[in-house]
C-alpha cells in the first residue's frame, strides 16, 4: 500500500477498533445476531472480528512513509468539527424526532461507552508531502494533541 501511494499519490486513512500495541491478550471475536458467542459455534456463520494493532503497523512502516495517530474517533471527528456540523443541523431540525435521531448518531459516533474511544484513526502520508504537511501546520486534520476530558453530555447537549 505504501509503495503504491508513495509511487502513484494519495494516503490512507484506516478507522477501525484497535489499539496501540499495549493489549496483551487475543482480540478475536464471534457475533451472531449482535451477540458475541463462541467463535468455534457454527463456523461460516459467525461474523469475525479482531482489533487492529496500529502499534505493529507503525513498527512495520516506520520510515517509510509519514504516520499520524492512531486518535480515538472522538477526538479525530470533534477537531474537524462535527460538533458545529451538529448544532448546525440541530437548528435546521423541524421535529422532535429528527433532533434525538441527529443526538443519538452523534452519542454513537464519540461517547466512550460506544464508539469514541473503541475505534481508532491512523493516517499515513508518502514522505514527499512533508513539506506541504509542514508548511500547513505540521500536522493533519483531526490529529491535533488530545482534546481537554469532556463529558459525552457536554459535546452534545451544549
Request: proline residues 4%; glycine residues 8%; aromatic residues 8%.
Given at each position: 500500500?505504501?509503495?503504491?501511494?508513495?509511487?502513484?499519490?494519495?494516503?490512507?486513512?484506516?478507522?477501525?477498533?484497535?489499539?496501540?500495541?499495549?493489549?496483551?491478550?487475543?482480540?478475536?471475536?464471534?457475533?451472531?445476531?449482535?451477540?458475541?458467542?463462541?467463535?468455534?459455534?457454527?463456523?461460516?456463520?459467525?461474523?469475525?472480528?479482531?482489533?487492529?494493532?496500529?502499534?505493529?503497523?507503525?513498527?512495520?512502516?516506520?520510515?517509510?512513509?509519514?504516520?499520524?495517530?492512531?486518535v480515538?474517533?472522538?477526538?479525530?471527528?470533534?477537531?474537524?468539527?462535527?460538533?458545529?456540523?451538529?448544532?448546525?443541523?440541530?437548528?435546521?431540525?423541524?421535529?422532535t424526532?429528527?433532533?434525538?435521531?441527529?443526538?443519538?448518531?452523534?452519542?454513537?459516533?464519540?461517547?466512550?461507552a460506544?464508539?469514541?474511544?473503541?475505534?481508532?484513526?491512523?493516517?499515513?502520508?508518502?514522505?514527499?508531502?512533508?513539506e506541504?504537511?509542514?508548511?500547513?501546520?505540521?500536522?493533519?486534520a483531526?490529529?491535533?494533541?488530545?482534546?481537554?476530558?469532556?463529558?459525552?453530555?457536554?459535546?452534545?447537549?451544549?
Amino acid at each position: 500500500m505504501i509503495k503504491r501511494f508513495t509511487t502513484n499519490g494519495g494516503f490512507a486513512l484506516i478507522i477501525d477498533y484497535g489499539h496501540n500495541g499495549d493489549r496483551k491478550t487475543h482480540s478475536l471475536r464471534a457475533y451472531s445476531n449482535h451477540s458475541i458467542v463462541d467463535p468455534l459455534d457454527c463456523p461460516g456463520r459467525v461474523d469475525l472480528t479482531a482489533d487492529v494493532d496500529f502499534g505493529e503497523i507503525k513498527r512495520v512502516i516506520e520510515g517509510k512513509c509519514l504516520i499520524f495517530g492512531p486518535v480515538e474517533q472522538r477526538q479525530f471527528l470533534t477537531q474537524l468539527g462535527l460538533i458545529h456540523r451538529l448544532d448546525y443541523l440541530l437548528r435546521k431540525s423541524t421535529t422532535t424526532e429528527q433532533r434525538e435521531a441527529l443526538l443519538n448518531s452523534c452519542n454513537i459516533l464519540v461517547s466512550d461507552a460506544e464508539m469514541g474511544a473503541r475505534f481508532k484513526v491512523f493516517s499515513l502520508f508518502p514522505n514527499t508531502l512533508s513539506e506541504i504537511i509542514k508548511a500547513r501546520g505540521g500536522i493533519p486534520a483531526g490529529f491535533a494533541s488530545p482534546l481537554p476530558h469532556l463529558e459525552d453530555e457536554d459535546l452534545i447537549n451544549d
